[in-house]
Structures are given as C-alpha cells and as structure tokens.
C-alpha cells in the first residue's frame, strides 16, 4: 500500500476520493467529491472525476486572477494576483510560485 502525502495548507473537499501514492500539493485545493488519481500540484484548484484542474488558488484560499481581474484556469500561463492578499505569482506548466519579493520562506 502507498501512503498518500498531504503537503502544508492543503485543502480537500468532502467526499473526495485520494489515491493511494498521490501528492496533494501546498495550499492546493481539492473540490468535494473529487477523484484524485494523479499528483496535484502547489496552489492547484482541482474537482471532478477524474479530477482535473481548474485553476490556482492563493496561500490565503482564493481563486488567483489575472491582469483584467478574471479567475485564471487551469492552463493559465503568466503572471497572477490574489485580489484579497495582493500576493503575486508566476504560473507556468504545472508550476505555480510566489514572485520572489514576495516569498516569506
């Protein structure tokens, strides 16, 4: 049996379903019900079944935006803000990080 790793802030909705031998990312969210068959990457908004990503979330929990001030999906590249933190982010392929002025650790 592999274990299943629940990284720091992580979040997982009711309901949902994690594989064994899944990575749940840092302040990655998972929607109710979900089905977690693969890794989630840090700060990934996941749900469904398969689950799928849908977009990026912030440390704070909220959906992270783009420069018009829409929610980002989940193959947004380029930079994003939270609109309640103003924390900054870069997201590229399955990477998602705070712009470098902004990193506490």
Not at 72 to 96: L, M, N, P, Q, Y
């Amino acid at each position: 049996m592999s274990p299943i790793l629940l990284r720091r802030g992580c979040s997982i909705g009711a309901g949902a379903v994690v594989v064994a031998g899944t990575v749940v990312g840092s302040f990655a969210t998972v929607g109710a019900g979900a089905v977690v068959t693969r890794d989630v990457p840090d700060h990934a908004l996941v749900a469904g079944n398969p689950a799928r990503r849908l977009g990026w979330v912030c440390f704070c929990g909220q959906r992270l935006r783009d420069a018009a001030g829409l929610p980002v999906r989940g193959d947004f590249t380029g930079g994003a803000a939270c609109a309640a933190c103003s924390t900054h982010f870069e997201i590229a392929g399955d990477a998602c990080v705070a712009a470098a002025e902004e990193q506490t650790s």
